[in-house]
Structure formats: C-alpha cells, structure tokens
C-alpha cells in the first residue's frame, strides 16, 4: 500500500502564482523527498528533507515537515509555465528504498 | 550530475514474447537499483530491488518468474517481462543511488522509462 498521500491530486494555477501540495504518511521515516516528473519522462529529485528538519529552501521551492502530524507541504513560488508536472512526495523509511505518494498534477497556465 | 539511461524508451511487442528494459547508471556506480511501475496519472509502485551479484528482492504481489531482474554488474540492470499480456503494459521505471554517497540520505536518480504496450 502507498505510504504517501498528495492532496491536491491536481491543481491549476495562473503563472506567477504559489503552488502547494501537501503529503501525509502512515509511518515514521528517516526522510522525505519530493520529486517532479515531467509526463512521459522519469523522476527528478527536488529536495531530501530529514526527520529533524521542520523547512528547507530551494530557490522557489520550500518544503516544510511536521513528523507529529505526519506530513509535508511542498510549496512552489512565483510559478511559471516550465513547473507543469507531476509532484511525487516519497518516504525513506529504512534508508534504502523510496516510496512514493500518489502525486499532484500541477498546471500552470501562462 | 547522475544520470541513469534506461532503454528503450518506447516498444511494442506482441502477447507472448518477452521483452527486455535496461537500466546504466552511466556516471556512477549502483549496487541497487528499483524497478517501478506506474500505470497513467497513478503513482509509482515499486516493483522490486535490484541487487548486484544476487537475488532481486520482489515486492509482495509481483511474480518474480514474470519480471526477471538480473543485476550482472554496478551499473547496470535489465528486468525482462516474460511472456507478455496487455495486462503488462505500463509505464516501467528505473532508479539508482549514486553508491559514493552512500544510501541514506542521498536521492535516487531515474531513468526516463520505457512504455510499454503489449498488443
């Protein structure tokens, strides 16, 4: 089973403007990822955030964690056309495998 | 950076034959690699790990007798789907961590996939 769920599972937004999706899990994690694809192509990583960090930066992404609450909110700024994708949230539970949310569609309209 | 190519990208392949993905992590070297499968608008499911030199370990519900891992080498992985059904096709992905940083907190580096489409 998922570990991960994205709320929104999809979100449309004028260019210039924020985008956040957020992601909760089940279990306790060593850390969380969140990953972009583009439709039809593989994964990018975005950004590692360990279980005892609260917020990390970067460039117009901030992604925050709450271990208490059990989720993570990945927060896109001054959006632009180019963000179109899919945003993947994936818990590293015992360092070695990944396992991943079930994905917001993000579209950015120019 | 990383880069894991996958190929093909594309192939179709009629019901009965199987057919091979590969897997190079081309700037690094992976003693693990995973397999996901994702099917359109859905998330990714892993599949099974790859280990180099041994047994792939399959996740719970995937036949390991139907998708055939064979890890001969630290960069590279193939998964054959064997006697291939409509059923299986889908969206294959393939992912490795670059084994220099070690496997806890490094990200894992995918290839771009392969549809495939069993007619």
């Known amino acids: 089973s998922q570990q991960g769920e994205e709320d929104p599972q999809a979100l449309s937004i004028q260019e210039g403007e924020n985008a956040t999706m957020n992601c909760s899990y089940k279990t306790s994690i060593n850390n969380l990822q969140w990953y972009r694809q583009n439709s039809g192509r593989g994964l990018v990583h975005l950004i590692l955030?360990?279980?005892?960090?609260r917020e990390k930066h970067s460039g117009r992404l901030r992604v925050t964690l709450d271990t208490s609450k059990k989720s993570s909110s990945l927060l896109i700024t001054a959006s632009r056309a180019a963000d179109t994708a899919s945003y993947f949230c994936?818990?590293?539970?015992?360092?070695?495998?990944?396992?991943f949310g079930g994905g917001t569609r993000v579209l950015v309209k120019p | 950076g990383a880069v894991v190519s996958q190929h093909p990208s594309r192939v179709i392949c009629k019901s009965g034959t199987s057919v091979k993905i590969e897997c190079r992590s081309l700037d690094f070297q992976a003693t693990t690699m995973f397999w996901y499968r994702q099917f359109p608008k859905k998330s990714l499911m892993l599949m099974a790990t790859?280990?180099?030199?041994?047994?792939?370990?399959?996740e719970q519900g995937v036949e390991k007798d139907k998708f055939l891992i064979n890890h001969a080498s630290l960069t590279l992985s193939t998964l054959t789907v064997t006697s291939a059904h409509p059923e299986d096709s889908s969206f294959y992905i393939c992912?490795?961590?670059?084994?220099?940083?070690?496997?806890?907190?490094?990200?894992?580096?995918f290839g771009n996939g392969t549809r495939l489409t069993v007619t």
């Open positions: 992912s490795a961590r670059d084994l220099a940083r070690g496997t806890g907190v490094s990200p894992l580096h």
């Open positions: 994936a818990t590293d539970i015992a360092g070695n495998k990944l396992t």
């Open positions: 955030i360990r279980s005892n960090e």
């Open positions: 790859s280990n180099e030199g041994s047994k792939a370990t399959y």
